[in-house]
């Protein structure tokens, strides 16, 4: 007897088609010129790279059941020209799995990219919630999406929208969803309303375009009636509606929220996000080019300065307002969801500072799965009676059911929370947990009485003994709701000419892309409620009459704060494109580059061809740069082509910094830049490129724009 069992008559076994390493490999380095910017650290050093966790195991290819497969490029046939048998379990398993590989994208906010880091707290929150991720000294884990609202999953990052800044704190309390925007303020003051208001700015249902965008007819033509909506149009027709990074953003909880300290103490906040290198725009023509030349543009700048070394920083602060009966702030209904609190009047806490610090390994099981909910909360932190809040703690869970398949959501590793989950909640579709025990319910003996309930010096969800004052039950809002002008006549009288400009040319472009008269006309009337000017401005564009306001002008004390031109911030991050060719003395390319660095920016050489010029890798060929990609450029070589030429050009009508050597000064007279404008300099390397990083705090030559 031997081990071996042969059929007798069956054929040899045919040869694989062709020979596979099969010795296991890494996966290919990226190529220089296509690669991000090299990894750093904050402090200049090169990073080491942490090897990222897989879920793969093992070396061989294996069926879904960890059966290891011989062959996966050809299906099981009868003969090489047959027909193909059902019985292939592989190719079954494969197509199967392929065919349901995508899920329902988001309603809304479809588009994101995000983060992992931490968030650590100053305790300065201490007097006023007893939120334990809160306390002085404590780091507790996060994941940060960011998102644009109306587009679908594939559309470009760099439209005008609104952009979804939304926190999972993973706390020793629980999960805790901070689930906000970069504007203060919403478009409607009724959960009730949104519906209509994402009908009306999605694409128009007949020829489902235009795509990601609020410049149509249906849009207008629901703001301009239902106008508790011109407060948030307002923000986004701003450079708010056009961050330059999501680095660059401020974010905001929009609603008030009650926190309750560890007495029981009670007060009303706002919760804002104020990034450490500050809030700042693209113009639109800059919007609008990178939506063409990389329409993942948000998604490349996070994803490479956290892989740089330039971890994207914000404090997180707090308005806090008495609790007070009426729910009011110097007159300004903290219930009301379109209204924001001027700084001026409250001002900004800090309580703690998050860092992101690490790129998610998988795009679709961390920043697709992740799932937020306002209800989401931790003991200290509450929410409040402001009607779109109410409504939304309902939508969110709802929305993921469709979504993730099913109510097992929070199981997913990416929604799994760092504190113990002992819920009683079973079965359901994807169930991946094995509960043991037999008795899921309370109270029960069986199972020893557990899981206990938490005192209430413990548990989340406090419930404030507020008084629900006597009413009938009726479909109205407060009368207070009913001003919807004043702040957005405040918002635009605060902000500086340069700001205000481009305000009215959104309008302008916007209303310009509306074919229905009527629609114009109405948001114009609107527009004369807000500013005589602005709407005087936006009417010559669309070649209409300024029509008279309805509304007698709110007398509004403007709030600088609100301003994002006029100061100078920290440089970290923002790129710099260095023009050079292999004529280039590369100790002066190696000298600009590392003086980039050492400022805590990010340098991109740019230059005919890619590889490398002698030590230093090529990042962008004279084919792939564009302006846009760039905070400011210096020319160390006089590159005469056509895109180089028209980098300089856009980069100059931008207001972007720029710099060149003597060698490089003919690329800006190709580009017809005079030496003498405002941001340009001409120098030595050294000169040149410390003159860029210092202008480039301002974030852009303001002056320049402002001449033109
Ligand atoms: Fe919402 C997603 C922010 C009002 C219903 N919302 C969503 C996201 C953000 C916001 C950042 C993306 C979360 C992520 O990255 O996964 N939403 C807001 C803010 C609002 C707001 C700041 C007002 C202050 N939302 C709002 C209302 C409703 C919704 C009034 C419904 C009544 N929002 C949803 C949703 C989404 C969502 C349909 C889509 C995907 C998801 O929830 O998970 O349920």
Redesign the pocket.
Known sequence: MTDDISVPGAPASRPAPFDEPTTPEGPLPPKADQSGPEPRTPTGARSADTPPAVAQQGEYLTSAQGARLRQTDRSLKAGPRGPVLLQDHHLREKITHFDHERIPE????AR?A?AHGTFTANGAAESVTCAGFLRAGVTTPVFV???T?LGSRGSADTVRDTR???TKFYTEEGVYDL???NIPV?F?QD?IK??DVVHAAKPHPDREIPQAQSAHDTFWDFVSLHTEAQAHTIWNMSDRGIPRSFRMMQG????TFRLINAQGETVLVKFHWRPKIGTHGQLWEEAQLSAGKDPDYHRRDLADAIESGAYPQWDLALQVMPDSPDETFAGIDLLD?TKFVPEELAPLHVVGTMTLDRNPVNYFAETEQ?????GHLVPGIDVTNDP??Q??L???I???IT?LGGPNFAQLPINRPHADVNDMLRDGMHQSAVHGGVAPYHPNSLDGGCPFQAGADVGAFIDVPAVVAESVKERTQSASFEDHFSQVRLFYRSLTPIEQQHISAAYAFELGKCYEEAVKRRQLVALANVDAGLCATVAASLGLDAPAPTLEPADVEPSPALRMVGETWPIDGRTVGIVADDATDVSELATVRDAVHAAGAVPLVIAPHGGMLGEVPVQRTTHTAASIEFDAVVALADDPSAETTRVFEEAFRHGKALGATSAGAGVLDRAHITRDAPGVVVADADAAVDALLRLLGAHRVWERLLAG
């Open positions: 988001r309603a809304v906010h994101g995000a999406r960011f998102s609202v979804g800044f939304a689930v906000g925007n919403f409607i959960a949104f519906p905001f909880g929009v609603h969801p992740v799932a937020f909910h306002p779109l809040l409504g939304r309902f939508s969110y709802d929305t993921q979504r």
